[in-house]
């Protein structure tokens, strides 16, 4: 029997159940900082997509559902309708 076998076979004495509890709170943080990261990436996804797309001509614009506002920001058109102010 090597050292290892040994040792792997005395740490699994605890219960699954017993052995589950602490790593709980760790599991939740886990979550919420993969939820977070998630946004972050969504939301600088967002901004350099939007970037991207002012550079584009007005009716290449039209064409993908967005028009310019007076003052250059874009706007997203929905139905024939503005559905609002977007960044750049």
Request: glycine share 6%; charged share 20%.
């Amino acid at each position: 029997m090597s050292v290892t076998f040994a040792h792997n076979a005395d740490c699994r004495i605890t219960t699954p159940g017993s052995a589950r509890l602490p790593t709980v709170p760790v599991d939740l943080f886990c979550a919420m900082v993969i939820g977070q990261a998630a946004q972050l990436f969504a939301s600088v996804r967002r901004r350099w997509t939007m970037r991207h797309i002012a550079r584009f001509s007005t009716h290449r614009l039209q064409d993908i559902g967005f028009e310019r506002d007076w003052d250059g920001s874009l706007m997203q058109i929905s139905n024939g309708r503005v559905a609002g102010h977007l960044e750049h």
